[in-house]
T-cell receptor
Framework: EAQVTQNPRYLITVTGKKLTVTCSQN?????MSWYRQDPGLGLRQIYY???????DKGDVPEGYKVSRKEKRNFPLILESPSPNQTSLYFC??????????FGPGTRLTVT | AQSVTQPDIHITVSEGASLELRCNYS??????LFWYVQSPGQGLQLLLK??????LVQGIKGFEAEFKRSQSSFNLRKPSVHWSDAAEYFC???????????FGTGTQLKVEL
């Protein structure tokens, strides 16, 4: 089954404790992206990747890092999480152009 | 600035009634347009998309949308709403390079039985 998976689905952590949210897709898509969703703001892009070893900033990249060492994986790294990064995070993948397929989301709470 | 506007934050309709959700975009060219639906606690599911050609596009779950270039709009419609359609709906379009999706802020649909 074609899908985008994210782990963990729920995470509660404390300020400053490094964490990684994994994202994996099995569709051989070139393009992958991370979004955060906040009430009243819709979804905003954090980072994206056009292919292996090619990443770039989206609209709200501050406080986040990404890497793309393999085509199927695109982890999101929070080196020092802060409470304003409490949000719902979605990973997505697609061909270079076209509709994006979203993962189930990761709800992160930073206390 | 490139943006998507969904002017209705909340909409309530009765089951069986028709539905129209509004979406306007601001972009210098004709973008690729999408409607996504998010049920409570779920991810985003693609309802339909417009890339080119026929301006009336059909999607899943009985939804359709019409692209109107003159009005920079891409409104979502359904002739008869079902209780299971209660969800949040997002209009979005691809802008610039990198296949980036720009989303509207969403419309929360409530269906009264």
């Amino acid at each position: 089954e074609a899908q985008v998976t994210q782990n963990p689905r729920y995470l509660i952590t404390v300020t400053g404790k490094k964490l990684t949210v994994t994202c994996s897709q099995n569709m051989n898509h070139e393009y992958m992206s991370w979004y955060r969703q906040d009430p009243g703001l819709g979804l905003r892009q954090i980072y994206y990747s056009m292919n292996v070893e090619v990443t770039d900033k989206g609209d709200v990249p501050e406080g986040y890092k990404v890497s793309r060492k393999e085509k199927r994986n695109f982890p999101l790294i929070l080196e020092s999480p802060s409470p304003n990064q409490t949000s719902l995070y979605f990973c997505a993948s697609s061909r270079v152009t076209g509709e994006q397929y979203f993962g189930p989301g990761t709800r992160l709470t930073v206390t | 600035a490139q943006s998507v506007t969904q002017p209705d934050i909340h909409i309530t309709v009765s089951e069986g009634a028709s539905l129209e959700l509004r979406c306007n975009y601001s972009y210098g060219a004709t973008p690729y347009l999408f409607w996504y639906v998010q049920s409570p606690g779920q991810g985003l599911q693609l309802l339909l998309k417009y890339f080119s050609g026929d301006t009336l596009v059909q999607g899943i779950k009985g939804f359709e949308a019409e692209f109107k270039r003159s009005q920079s709009s891409f409104n979502l419609r359904k002739p008869s709403v079902h209780w299971s359609d209660a969800a949040e709906y997002f209009c979005a379009f691809i802008t610039g390079g990198g296949n980036k999706l720009t989303f509207g802020t969403g419309t929360q649909l409530k269906v009264e039985l």
